[in-house]
């Protein structure tokens, strides 16, 4: 690993010790600055090959006799050289594109963005709805993966012309860009010179759902409706879902190694999930439950308090590992700062998922029956977005004796309040 990188470098603490132990007669390097950045490690090499009586240092450049006072003379001139050209020539870089960003210029070659034409300032309007509908979907809680299977079934192509892919639909979605600000090394730093798509405050609710760990699977969609939301009541574990030979879906208290559940529970998923879906279309329908959803409010305060407590903690997180990178701190010292900073991420990200949950019952608000009729139609993973808002969990009894079809006095849900 080159010394321009400015990382730790194993294999070089390594080669220190080798020649500490005298099992090297000479060191060969393309040049001298990819040995050294820093005159203190310099000085540091010179006083091992010292105490080791090594003086042969040979790179293509020219020979170094380490041996000389010349010869070190010219080393540390030389490093001295390098490491000012590499500084100067990174902090010009750095400092361009900083300016760029905080004037919102655009900044890139390469593919034109998707919802925008090639000079990358211009919206096309075709492309744009498609992503402002993509926005609204998945902050109602449909997954990544059902916007994607949808658009592949319309026809809707990425830039590139290949169908959308989780991981491209994502870092969209995610993108400052769309919501017309301007990013620099993954931060937004402002307002950019291009219109935007989606408004800010749905970018930031994006960058807050998709950014958690937890979505950052590329699984199919889940066929159970109502899987780790039903329990057994005889010991309590969450039932899975698991067929019969003949493909009957059912959800089971499993027993068996590596598994928690007593075996003594067992129901049919399709009338369970029927039975769950009418209690739950019945809940939203409630008034109570319409004022209650409507009474929370969107309190852009809180809002903008949680996606700034998110950033920071993202930060604070960065900050930590660069000061790992550079040996600042011990993984101890990082790890023990770093699980509270965690912790608080969590809790910021968990709220504002809340709010997505709101997002996934406001349209139906009062309008059971309108849900109701579209109920099927609706992509699982909203399904289940709609019922979990409302349903805690189902709690599921035991089976009376010699009744052989589905009992609902054996199921109880347990609502959110
Ligand atoms: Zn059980």
């Given at each position: 690993m080159s010394a321009y990188s400015g990382r730790h470098r194993p294999r070089y603490r390594q080669l220190l010790a080798d020649i500490k132990e005298g099992q090297v007669d000479a060191v060969v390097v393309w040049h001298l600055d990819r040995l050294h950045r820093q005159p203190k490690e310099l000085e540091e090499f010179f006083e091992v090959v010292d105490a080791a009586g090594l003086t042969e240092l040979a790179s293509v450049t020219g020979d170094t006799d380490l041996g000389t006072h010349d010869g070190r003379f010219m080393a540390r001139i030389m490093g001295a050289v390098s490491r000012k050209e590499s500084d100067d020539k990174s902090r010009r870089l750095r400092r361009k594109h900083l300016e760029l960003a905080q004037a919102g210029k655009v900044s890139g070659g390469g593919t034109r963005p998707f919802g925008y034409e090639a000079d990358r300032l211009t919206i096309r309007p075709s492309e744009a709805r498609i992503l402002s509908e993509a926005a609204t979907r998945v902050l109602a809680g449909e997954t990544l993966r059902s916007v994607c299977v949808d658009l592949e079934e319309r026809g809707v192509h990425s830039v590139t012309g290949r169908t959308w892919a989780v991981t491209v639909l994502r870092t969209t979605l995610m993108s400052g860009r769309i919501s017309g600000r301007r990013e620099h090394q993954g931060e937004i730093v402002g307002p950019a010179e291009w219109p935007a798509i989606i408004s800010p405050e749905q970018s930031d609710r994006l960058r807050a759902l998709l950014g958690e760990p937890t979505r950052r699977t590329t699984?199919?969609?889940?066929?159970?409706?109502?899987?780790?939301?039903?329990?057994?009541?005889?010991?309590?574990?969450?039932?899975?879902?698991?067929?019969?030979?003949?493909?009957?879906?059912?959800?089971?208290?499993?027993?068996?190694?590596?598994?928690?559940?007593?075996?003594?529970?067992?129901?049919?998923?399709?009338?369970?999930?029927?039975?769950?879906?009418?209690?739950?279309?019945?809940?939203?329908?409630?008034?109570?439950?319409?004022?209650?959803?409507?009474?929370?409010?969107?309190?852009?305060?809180?809002?903008?308090?949680?996606?700034?407590?998110?950033?920071?903690?993202?930060?604070?997180?960065?900050?930590?590992?660069?000061?790992?990178?550079?040996?600042?701190?011990?993984?101890?010292?990082?790890?023990?700062?770093?699980?509270?900073?965690?912790?608080?991420?969590?809790?910021?990200?968990?709220?504002?998922?809340?709010?997505?949950?709101?997002?996934?019952?406001?349209?139906?608000?009062?309008?059971?029956?309108?849900?109701?009729?579209?109920?099927?139609?609706?992509?699982?993973?909203?399904?289940?977005?709609?019922?979990?808002?409302?349903?805690?969990?189902?709690?599921?009894?035991?089976?009376?004796?010699?009744?052989?079809?589905?009992d609902p006095a054996r199921v109880t849900p347990t609502w959110k309040a």
């Amino acid at each position: 690993m080159s010394a321009y990188s400015g990382r730790h470098r194993p294999r070089y603490r390594q080669l220190l010790a080798d020649i500490k132990e005298g099992q090297v007669d000479a060191v060969v390097v393309w040049h001298l600055d990819r040995l050294h950045r820093q005159p203190k490690e310099l000085e540091e090499f010179f006083e091992v090959v010292d105490a080791a009586g090594l003086t042969e240092l040979a790179s293509v450049t020219g020979d170094t006799d380490l041996g000389t006072h010349d010869g070190r003379f010219m080393a540390r001139i030389m490093g001295a050289v390098s490491r000012k050209e590499s500084d100067d020539k990174s902090r010009r870089l750095r400092r361009k594109h900083l300016e760029l960003a905080q004037a919102g210029k655009v900044s890139g070659g390469g593919t034109r963005p998707f919802g925008y034409e090639a000079d990358r300032l211009t919206i096309r309007p075709s492309e744009a709805r498609i992503l402002s509908e993509a926005a609204t979907r998945v902050l109602a809680g449909e997954t990544l993966r059902s916007v994607c299977v949808d658009l592949e079934e319309r026809g809707v192509h990425s830039v590139t012309g290949r169908t959308w892919a989780v991981t491209v639909l994502r870092t969209t979605l995610m993108s400052g860009r769309i919501s017309g600000r301007r990013e620099h090394q993954g931060e937004i730093v402002g307002p950019a010179e291009w219109p935007a798509i989606i408004s800010p405050e749905q970018s930031d609710r994006l960058r807050a759902l998709l950014g958690e760990p937890t979505r950052r699977t590329t699984r199919s969609a889940r066929r159970y409706l109502l899987a780790s939301m039903v329990y057994c009541h005889r010991c309590g574990e969450k039932l899975v879902s698991r067929p019969r030979a003949d493909g009957r879906r059912r959800y089971v208290c499993a027993k068996g190694p590596g598994l928690a559940g007593c075996g003594s529970t067992t129901i049919v998923a399709d009338e369970l999930e029927a039975l769950v879906v009418a209690g739950v279309l019945h809940r939203l329908d409630t008034p109570d439950l319409a004022a209650t959803l409507r009474g929370e409010p969107a309190d852009d305060h809180e809002d903008a308090a949680v996606e700034n407590t998110i950033r920071t903690a993202e930060a604070q997180l960065d900050e930590l590992a660069d000061a790992y990178a550079q040996r600042r701190i011990t993984m101890r010292e990082w790890i023990k700062a770093r699980d509270g900073i965690e912790r608080t991420l969590t809790d910021a990200r968990r709220q504002v998922n809340r709010r997505s949950g709101l997002a996934a019952v406001e349209p139906w608000l009062g309008q059971a029956n309108l849900l109701r009729s579209q109920w099927a139609d609706l992509p699982l993973s909203r399904q289940r977005a709609i019922v979990a808002y409302v349903l805690d969990r189902v709690t599921i009894g035991p089976a009376r004796r010699g009744l052989n079809r589905f009992d609902p006095a054996r199921v109880t849900p347990t609502w959110k309040a």
